[in-house]
């Protein structure tokens, strides 16, 4: 698989870091907090910034209000430019031809794709001029390159995999709670349990891709599905794990404690027609963005939600866990206005009084400063709140800053033949057991993955 890599001219990066020591000399690691006591901000007076984003009105409206938040404490002029996310990528490719993007502009998870319009924020970090005190290694390590430790940007949306579950059901059936760090046969006696008492299904909706592929990270300490620069297979081979989870998952299935496929097709991807918004399931999976559309549908049945991690192998293992970023802001790396631009980048992404304003709206803010002050001054807003603290937690355990491998062009091949291939082909018996299913499945993904590199 062809990796991406930048190159820039020795001339260019010396320049750039001639402009920086003074700040890593005279000032301690992380000296750029801006919610500390005291804080002065720098003056920009006579100086423009550019900004371009994509997004709602609604975003627009906020982010302009922290764009005039910032003019005023720095004296600076930001000239900024917003647009439909289809648009925005037009716009982008063609300011790229031009050689005109602006200073700082908002990127996605397809990053690599513009790798070479890019300013690593390593020197900027390292320097405290953006300021990632209150930034964990697995919150950065969503925007960074693997292959090389190149920081592409600060996330300013990030989401996770987790669990949510109806904590009356669990009540009602005298099930204890999920914990941080509950296991899988604590979760697997758990939701028999509550099949038995309510006779439907404890948990409807699955991702079990994702289960499989944390499973293996779980199972073997320090590796992963996929390498994390997306090169290459990381796991070794060994398809124990593998099928040792889709061995719980399916017979799980077969109990009726897992809705069958015809349950499955029945809610489909509306995660808002899911079976526990009526009471009627105990447990689902989701992505921690999906919770606020899932909780305001339950809570017009009176029933309120709370989101649980995913279950591990043994308590004191690895979580198996991550959080991604679904966007950032990034520097231009033509632009002649970087060290500004990565003042502005961490007013953005830090900024208490910002963020009071932007309240997560591009989604969960990466630093925990942020957070725990949202929390603080909306106690009110439990769904949010619960979002804030489960990705705040995940971003705290140790393996999460490892577990973020980049996605292979080959990976959603590779996927789509795991869940209707493999997984499918065990529950309907096509298989004799889940450790032929798993073999089965590896050799198919080494074929797709050797289709890939040949092309």
């Not at 009356?168 to 296991?183: H, K, L, R």
């Not at 038995?196 to 320090?222: C, D, F, M, R």
């Not at 450790?435 to 890939?452: G, L, N, R, S, T």
Request: hydrophobic share 40%.
């Amino acid at each position: 698989m062809k990796k991406v890599l930048s190159l820039i001219l020795a001339i260019a990066i010396f320049a750039t870091m001639a402009m920086v020591p003074a700040f890593a000399e005279e000032k301690a690691e992380g000296w750029n907090n801006v919610n500390a006591e005291g804080y002065t901000y720098p003056d920009y007076s006579g100086k423009t910034l550019t900004f371009m984003w994509w997004g709602s009105d609604t975003r627009a409206k906020l982010t302009t209000q922290v764009i005039e938040l910032y003019e005023q404490k720095t004296g600076i002029k930001i000239d900024y430019q917003y647009y439909d996310g289809t648009t925005y990528w037009t716009q982008f490719q063609a300011m790229m031809a031009a050689g005109t993007l602006p200073d700082v502009f908002q990127m996605g998870n397809n990053w690599a794709t513009y790798y070479d319009t890019i300013q690593p924020l390593n020197e900027y970090i390292d320097s405290g001029l953006i300021d990632t005190t209150a930034i964990s290694a697995a919150m950065l390590a969503t925007t960074t390159n693997q292959a090389n430790g190149d920081v592409t940007g600060i996330s300013n949306g990030t989401n996770a995999r987790c669990f949510a579950y109806n904590p009356a059901i669990f009540d009602e059936c005298g099930v204890a709670y999920p914990t941080d760090n509950w296991t899988w046969d604590e979760f697997a006696a758990a939701a028999r349990t509550i099949t038995e008492k309510t006779g439907n299904p404890a948990i409807t909706t699955l991702e079990y891709q994702t289960l499989i592929y944390s499973y293996v990270s779980q199972y073997t300490e320090g590796a992963n599905f996929y390498a994390m620069d997306g090169s290459d297979f990381d796991f070794g081979g060994d398809t124990t794990s593998i099928a040792k989870i889709m061995d719980l998952l399916v017979n799980l299935m077969k109990e009726g404690v897992i809705g069958d496929y015809g349950v499955q097709n029945e809610i489909g991807t509306n995660i808002e027609a899911d079976w526990i918004a009526t009471g009627d399931a105990a447990m689902i999976m989701l992505s921690s963005n999906q919770f606020q559309a899932l909780s305001n549908v339950a809570a017009e049945n009176g029933i309120s939600l709370k989101l649980a991690t995913l279950p591990r192998v043994t308590a004191d293992g690895p979580s198996g866990m991550l959080v991604r970023s679904s966007q950032q802001l990034s520097i231009y790396a033509n632009s002649e206005q970087k060290e500004i631009a990565a003042d502005f980048i961490n007013f953005f992404e830090n900024s208490i009084e910002a963020n009071e304003i932007l309240q997560c709206e591009r989604g969960v803010s990466i630093n925990s400063d942020v957070l725990n002050a949202l929390i603080a001054d909306h106690p009110d807003d439990t769904v949010n709140n619960e979002i804030y603290a489960m990705i705040n937690l995940i971003g705290s355990f140790p393996d999460a800053a490892n577990n973020s491998p980049a996605e292979p062009t080959a990976n959603e091949e590779i996927t789509n033949v795991l869940k209707q291939t493999y997984i499918q082909g065990l529950f309907y018996g096509k298989y004799a057991s889940a450790q032929e299913a798993a073999d089965a499945f590896w050799a198919e993904a080494q074929q797709i993955w050797a289709k890939y590199e040949a092309n």
